[in-house]
């Protein structure tokens, strides 16, 4: 039996795969093109689509633990619903879900509602599963290169309140490890949930002071205005999706989306160490640009 990774090429998938070397277990990377995927050695890359029940069955077959990402997408629930079907038809014995933090609290925001639904489904039919909630990703501030070193501005409009970014490493390796655990294990086990974040709750303001320091040049946050966001990821998204994300910092600037200290604790046990901070992504980051 083997452990079946979905969204192996992406982001999160990618570190999954990466963290689960090493934890000797067998695993398989589902994708719309196995026969081009750049895989880590060892793992063996399976056709399927989420949104392709037939290929999902195909995809699931010899599988005993799965790890569920579903991208976000218009029929997003839709898919994390059929899929979670298909596997407890299929008998896997254990689940690791991406959801997100704060998914039950943004109930306007489409796939935090979608997600938390999905959550719902799980605590329902008593899936044997792990939820795992990152907050926003921090390195989702890569794409701040071009304001940070051009303009000297942080464009992110996340407000004054604070969220705990999650570094994308600290999520793969909290996902393969409650993979690897699952897997291991003689017999499905019970249900678990982690709050993914970083150590830090920080506002606009104060990830602008930090990449000042970073990068050793004045920068200044670009404040607040959503509607111009909204324009601008238009040109690179679909319609609904830039206003899904402009629902999303809105919360983030009405509400914030700290992490409590026991969300912290919690996954420093999970990783056997704290989490990653921001101003160390900030520093390797400046770094990395300065090399040209």
């Given at each position: 039996m083997a452990i079946l990774v979905t969204g192996s090429t992406g982001t999160i998938g990618s570190q999954v795969l990466a963290h689960l070397q090493g934890r000797n277990v067998d695993v398989r990377a589902m994708t719309r093109s196995p026969e081009t995927a750049r895989l880590p050695?060892?793992?063996?890359?399976?056709?399927?689509?989420?949104?392709?029940?037939?290929?999902?069955?195909?995809?699931?077959?010899?599988?005993?633990?799965?790890?569920?990402?579903?991208?976000?997408?218009?029929?997003?629930?839709?898919?994390?619903?059929?899929?979670?079907?298909?596997?407890?038809?299929?008998?896997?014995?254990?689940?690791?879900?991406?959801?997100?933090?704060?998914?039950?609290?943004?109930?306007?925001?489409?796939?935090?509602?979608?997600?938390?639904?999905?959550?719902?489904?799980?605590?329902?039919?008593?899936?044997?599963?792990?939820?795992?909630?990152?907050?926003?990703?921090?390195?989702?501030?890569?794409?701040?290169?071009?304001?940070?070193?051009?303009?000297?501005?942080?464009?992110?409009?996340?407000?004054?309140?604070?969220?705990?970014?999650?570094?994308?490493?600290?999520?793969?390796?909290?996902?393969?490890i409650e993979l690897a655990r699952r897997e291991h294990a003689a017999a499905p086990l019970g249900r678990e949930a982690y709050e993914l974040v970083g150590p830090d709750s920080l506002t606009g303001e104060e990830i602008a002071a930090i990449w000042r320091k970073a990068l050793g040049r004045p920068i200044r946050y670009g404040g607040d205005d959503l509607g111009m966001m909204e324009q601008r990821l238009r040109t690179m998204l679909p319609a609904w999706h830039a206003l899904d994300l402009r629902l999303m910092f809105a919360r983030y600037q009405a509400d914030g989306a700290a992490a409590t200290p026991d969300d912290v604790a919690r996954l420093t046990r999970l990783l056997g160490g704290a989490p990653r901070a921001y101003a160390s992504f900030a520093r390797d980051a400046a770094a990395q640009w300065a090399k040209g």
């Open positions: 050695a060892g793992v063996i890359p399976v056709r399927g689509d989420p949104g392709d029940v037939e290929s999902l069955r195909a995809a699931l077959q010899g599988i005993s633990t799965l790890f569920l990402l579903v991208p976000n997408v218009a029929d997003e629930l839709t898919q994390a619903m059929l899929a979670l079907t298909v596997a407890r038809e299929s008998g896997v014995k254990g689940i690791v879900y991406l959801s997100v933090f704060k998914g039950a609290a943004y109930a306007d925001v489409p796939h935090f509602a979608g997600k938390y639904t999905v959550e719902r489904m799980i605590d329902a039919l008593d899936l044997p599963a792990t939820i795992l909630r990152p907050a926003y990703f921090i390195q989702n501030d890569f794409r701040q290169k071009d304001p940070l070193l051009t303009f000297g501005a942080y464009g992110a409009p996340i407000g004054a309140k604070g969220i705990s970014m999650v570094d994308i490493r600290d999520i793969g390796e909290a996902a393969a």
